[in-house]
């Protein structure tokens, strides 16, 4: 079995178009591709990013499917005669990568005709699948769980009173094959109350009020992120490590490009709590897990 990358024109075809419609298409064999071989293809200028990740299931079909018509555009190498392959898409990336990461991570020269891949470029796609896969998976877990904090809460609070000390790791699941640790919503609505309802970035930070439950509305967030749990021994859902936000500064915990002043000094804030709950980590490990 090979893994290669084909390049794609969207002038001549809409190979984004058509997965989105189907998910297998015919391609012409140009190179000697085997079934079971892995197949990326990269969409060329002005996009120059890799899109997609096949399997080829069937070789030397003497025409092509018909079927995505549609998406070729005017006289192509598509209608040439000769042999094709049908592809099966495995993968379409939910943040394709952009050529110049190829570059920097192996790729050599322009990709035009078909070329095998293998090494350190190879790698580099499939551990950026995973973290890509992984950060999506994370991101819904955390949007779940501020919904489901905000549907819960009432407005009769009571005071928290937090004695931090280790946990043992929850049993996890999978989500998209993805590991996924429970979130505790208690834990969090702990967070919320700890910090007053004010985001802990600045506790002056404006908020408006929850349709669900009127309070100030506040998003809890896990310092060091849960899909980080199989490094540590304890438990990372704790109190400690959850923290109140407004949703400016959660979203720049999350997309942001400056977000990590404000994610050591909360973390520094934290650290003595952290420890009572058995969580040590360094800085440079935990500016890695927010890359
Ligand atoms: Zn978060
Ligand atoms: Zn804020």
């Avoid at 094959?177 to 506790?203: S, W």
């Amino acid at each position: 079995m090979q893994t290669w990358v084909i390049s794609c024109s969207l002038k001549e075809y809409d190979v984004i178009g058509a997965f989105r419609e189907f998910d297998a298409i015919d391609w012409k064999q140009s190179a000697n591709f085997e079934v079971r071989d892995i197949i990326f293809i990269y969409v060329s200028h002005p996009i120059m990013k890799l899109f997609f990740k096949c399997v080829v299931e069937e070789i030397g079909l003497e025409t092509r499917s018909q079927k995505d018509r549609e998406f070729v555009s005017g006289i192509n190498s598509f209608e040439d005669k000769g042999r094709y392959m049908r592809l099966k898409r495995i993968t379409t990336f939910e943040e394709p990568i952009p050529f110049k990461l190829l570059s920097e991570n192996g790729l050599k020269g322009n990709v035009q005709g078909p070329r095998r891949i293998s090494g350190m470029l190879l790698e580099f796609i499939e551990s950026y699948l995973e973290k890509s896969r992984v950060n999506n998976v994370s991101i819904l877990e955390d949007n779940r769980l501020n919904e489901s904090i905000q549907k819960s809460l009432t407005r009769n609070i009571n005071p928290v009173k937090y004695v931090p000390k280790p946990k043992v790791k929850p049993q996890h699941n999978y989500v998209d094959g993805v590991k996924v640790y429970p979130r505790c919503r208690e834990v969090a609505i702990n967070a919320l109350i700890r910090a007053d309802f004010k985001c802990e970035c600045a506790v002056d930070h404006s908020t408006f009020k929850s349709k669900f439950n009127g309070l100030p509305y506040m998003e809890a967030h896990h310092l060091i992120p849960l899909a980080y749990q199989d490094e540590f021994d304890f438990s990372l859902d704790v109190e400690a490590n959850v923290v109140s936000l407004c949703s400016h500064c959660h979203n720049e915990f999350h997309y942001g490009q400056e977000a990590n002043s404000n994610l050591l000094r909360l973390l520094k804030m934290r650290q003595n709590e952290l420890m009572d709950c058995g969580i040590i980590i360094e800085v440079s490990l935990i500016l890695e897990f927010y890359k």
